[in-house]
């Protein structure tokens, strides 16, 4: 650890050091304040160490949200270890290509996943241990969670830079696999500062934690959180009834929203008695009729919008008001230009890529050399977003670069060729476009545009299914067309734009 580090790790023990006896953890009827939450930390590092897990070690991680998960991350932090954070939603073969990618020496899972888990763990070699986290009955091949953590050794000190791994987070499937972001802690530090100043974050707030924790999203607002002293509400799995409750029990004063969240928060308020007076923020994307709406029931809030990813976190944001549709402007800590495909930058209200210097760009994608020597060309980080500022430097989005093709449906990233790939392999069809629609319900949905072999017949919910089978369900297509041919360009490459044009229609 060098003179001017700073970890995570570093950043929960001055939390403790602050506020000692204030809320850090709730979940269910566990409550943590931050003396005891940094001691588990300790006490779980401990455990690890002694189990064998060294500096840069793999941790992957298949469970919803708990307490245990947020101690996990802090004691990875301590040991410099890395958490593998595997989205939940995945089917056997995305999660068993995640964990193969990345070659974690431990799997912990939560109680739904602990048989699925073992048998994805059993194909992936470097897998050593397996442990299980939350109540409930232990599979044979399964450590409990509980078992790691020590006491003896708990106050250990490990040198860490803050530039060392921290978490892995994959990303949509450009071409068809998922690619692992690696963030450092760095990252992580920075991108709370970020939080902490757009959101004026303090050891009062209360965030109610209802994204899952493998999200960037959820995950930077409840270390924003833990950086400030605050308390974090961790829900297991978004609950609308159950996430009111927390605000009104515990006096949130936060929370990420990707739709339907808001439009699922509002039809539970209609029907129950909530106060939700003591939310003063909130962030994401929705539909703006949704927000208006959801701001007269909760009239001392504010929504904050912007633009990020997993690969740089934060980079623009500002609140909804001041430029309606905007993405607002750069975040305190990034720079932003708009290049075009030379790396040239573009004059204001020219569209180009959006490209990023910032201490919270990702260190790279996992084992991806030529990815990242394009996403890093020119010294810039390459976001593959299109995007135009106006004269007032609002930035607004444009659209997906074309050879990254995005479909956001309620926040999860969906690369066409990922469900492309699966639909082809369905026997009847011979060609496939798969694109975004506009929806009202999920901001976005997944339309595709088939052709079927000649003499072969399939029903849409068939087909629609046949992915869920094989792929995370969010990626199924919500709209199944069937048409006599697709349009060519030039070079007998299906014509997305075109496809675009003839069935993008709103829904």
Request: aromatic share 10%.
């Amino acid at each position: 650890m060098g003179l001017y580090d700073f970890t995570v790790y570093d950043m929960i023990c001055r939390s403790a050091d602050a506020n000692p006896d204030r809320d850090a953890v709730i979940f269910n009827d566990a409550r943590l304040n931050y003396r005891t939450f940094k001691e588990k930390c300790d006490q779980l590092a401990a455990g690890l160490v002694a189990a064998g897990v060294q500096k840069g070690d793999r941790l992957g991680v298949v469970a919803h949200n708990c307490d245990e998960y947020l101690i996990l991350y802090g004691a990875a932090a301590k040991i410099g270890a890395i958490i593998l954070a595997v989205n939940w939603r995945f089917q056997e073969e995305e999660i068993f290509f995640v964990l193969n990618d990345c070659a974690p020496r431990f799997i912990f899972s939560g109680q739904p996943y602990c048989e699925l888990v073992s048998k994805v763990a059993s194909r992936v070699k470097s897998i050593e241990k397996r442990y299980a986290m939350g109540p409930g009955d232990l599979p044979a091949d399964c450590l409990p969670f509980s078992s790691l953590y020590k006491i003896q050794d708990a106050d250990r000190t490990f040198d860490i830079a803050a530039d060392a791994g921290f978490v892995i987070i994959h990303t949509a499937a450009v071409e068809g696999e998922p690619r692992g972001a690696l963030l450092s802690q760095a990252n992580i530090v920075f991108g709370s500062m970020v939080t902490l100043l757009r959101y004026h974050l303090t050891e009062k707030d209360c965030h109610i934690c209802i994204l899952p924790l493998f999200h960037i999203a959820g995950l930077a607002l409840t270390m924003a959180v833990l950086h400030c002293g605050g308390k974090n509400v961790i829900l297991e799995r978004f609950n609308p009834d159950q996430a009111l409750a927390a605000i009104e029990k515990e006096n949130g004063t936060t929370f990420f929203n990707f739709a339907p969240i808001l439009k699922k928060l509002m039809d539970a308020y209609d029907k129950g008695a909530y106060d939700i007076s003591s939310l003063r923020h909130i962030t994401g994307m929705d539909h703006p009729e949704n927000i208006m709406r959801f701001l007269e029931l909760a009239p001392s809030a504010k929504y904050e919008t912007g633009f990020g990813q997993t690969e740089a976190m934060g980079v623009s944001g500002g609140l909804i008001a001041d430029r309606p549709g905007s993405a607002g402007k750069a975040t305190p800590l990034s720079c932003i230009e708009l290049f075009d495909d030379q790396d040239r930058t573009v004059a204001t209200g020219t569209p180009g890529e959006i490209c990023v210097r910032s201490p919270t760009v990702f260190l790279g994608y996992w084992g991806r050399d030529g990815d990242n020597a394009y996403t890093f060309s020119s010294g810039w980080h390459h976001t593959g977003d299109i995007g135009r500022f106006d004269e007032d430097g609002f930035l607004w989005y444009v659209k997906r670069k074309a050879q990254k093709e995005l479909i956001k449906p309620g926040g999860e990233n969906v690369y066409p060729a990922e469900v492309e790939k699966v639909i082809i392999s369905h026997g009847a069809v011979a060609e496939v476009s798969v694109i975004g629609v506009s929806d009202k319900q999920w901001g976005e949905a997944i339309k595709a545009v088939c052709v079927l072999k000649p003499g072969q017949a399939v029903q849409a919910g068939e087909l629609r299914e046949f992915v869920a089978s094989r792929i995370a369900r969010y990626k199924k297509p919500k709209h199944v067309v069937f048409v006599k041919a697709l349009p060519k360009t030039e070079d007998n490459e299906i014509d997305r734009e075109k496809v675009k044009k003839e069935h993008g229609a709103k829904y």
